[in-house]
């Protein structure tokens, strides 16, 4: 009975620590996201578009795939979540630093598009003049829609659990979705390839810097802040 105590304990403090990570993750994201526009509002912003880009289409139909990807994400980010816990430590805190470098580029080097003009007709075009409306044109170097579908890859690629054909199947998602991001003309090329490199870059660093020590420790003294709260309230 005490051991199985025991083991009860030790999954849940492995919940928790997996709940933190995700919290930093995804708080850092917004953080990123929506807090460098207060930051960048009024600086000159660079438009990195090429006469490839302008040649490569409007596609309003791909906006299902632009929108559909957060199914993919939250799918394959619990799946990095549940596979060993140094392995899924690692996949979070190299999202967590990979955002960080986006942080430092959105604020440093501004970037935008000219977006297209599209008649106000069909369902399709209506979902992107919606998308357009909520979503400004910043904020797009690397491209955090690649970078998050990359690290889905990455999150699966390594799990004997995960069926090949699954790893095969979200190797052609996220490039689904990278090129739904130059079809909707959210993003240029130098985005897409941006997200995936910044992807591989942030995993390979976290791999072989030694900052995922560094990382669990501040992970493990929230927890422990957090379970001190908790008993210091039942007392």
């Not at 492995?14 to 460098?36: H, K």
């Not at 930051?39 to 090429?50: A, E, K, L, Q, V």
């Not at 409007?58 to 816990?85: D, K, M, R, S, V």
């Not at 095969?168 to 997200?195: N, R, Y």
Request: overall charge positive.
């Amino acid at each position: 009975m005490e051991n199985e105590s025991m083991k009860a304990d030790t999954n849940k403090a492995t919940t928790l620590r997996m709940i933190i990570m995700v919290l930093l993750a995804l708080g850092f994201n917004c953080i990123t996201y929506y807090g460098t526009r207060l930051i960048t509002n009024g600086f000159h912003h660079y438009n990195m578009s090429t006469r490839l880009d302008y040649i490569i289409p409007l596609i309003p139909w791909t906006i299902i795939i632009y929108l559909g990807c957060y199914i993919y994400w939250i799918t394959n980010y619990a799946l990095g979540t549940i596979q060993a816990e140094d392995e899924a430590a690692a996949f979070l805190c190299a999202d967590l630093c990979a955002k960080i470098v986006c942080f430092i580029l959105f604020v440093a080097f501004p970037t935008t598009i000219v977006r297209p003009e599209i008649a106000d007709t069909g369902l399709m075009n209506k979902a992107m003049l919606f998308l357009y409306s909520i979503d400004t044109p910043d904020n797009l170097f690397p491209s955090i829609h690649c970078l998050t579908s990359w690290f889905c890859v990455i999150a699966v690629r390594k799990q004997k659990a995960v069926p090949g054909w699954y790893k095969v199947l979200s190797v052609i998602i996220a490039l689904a979705i990278c090129i739904s991001t130059l079809t909707t003309k959210q993003h240029v090329i130098v985005d897409t390839f941006a997200g995936i490199a910044l992807a591989e870059l942030a995993y390979l660093f976290v791999k072989k810097s030694g900052i995922l020590g560094p990382y669990k420790r501040l992970v493990a003294a929230i927890e422990s802040f957090i379970i001190s709260i908790c008993k210091g309230r039942k007392q």
